[in-house]
């Protein structure tokens, strides 16, 4: 399974942006989608995880900001970012799960200016 990114860029505080995943290759039945982030020198975290039956589970720093969504005829998955603040600036990562196997994309740059 390849995981393929878009949609980061620049933007000032509390503007917004899309980003898009989109999952090829040898799919038959992904569970999880979703999104993680890693700012410089800190741990990648979780964004938001949406089960194949919709369910979601984001982080407590996004809540009521990012709105994700999943095209599961497209494995595709989505985050809206909105009301973005500086400290959402990270290289944001785009993860699958299919059966035991984890898959990441290739990561997209977000940085939010004050």
């Known amino acids: 399974v390849q995981l393929q990114a878009s949609g980061g860029g620049l933007v000032q505080a509390g503007g917004s942006l899309r980003l898009s995943c989109a999952a090829s290759?040898?799919?038959?039945?992904?569970?999880?989608m979703g999104w993680f982030r890693q700012a410089p020198g800190k741990q990648r975290e979780l964004v938001v995880v949406?089960?194949?039956?919709?369910?979601?589970n984001y982080a407590d720093s996004v809540k009521g900001r990012f709105t994700a969504s999943r095209d599961n005829a497209k494995n595709t998955v989505y985050l809206q970012m909105s009301t973005l603040k500086p400290e959402d600036t990270a290289v944001y990562y785009c993860?699958?799960?299919?059966?035991?196997?984890?898959?990441w994309g290739q990561g997209t740059q977000v940085t939010v200016s004050s």
């Open positions: 949406i089960t194949s039956g919709g369910r979601k």
């Open positions: 290759g040898t799919i038959f039945n992904i569970n999880d």
């Open positions: 993860k699958a799960r299919q059966g035991s196997m984890n898959y």
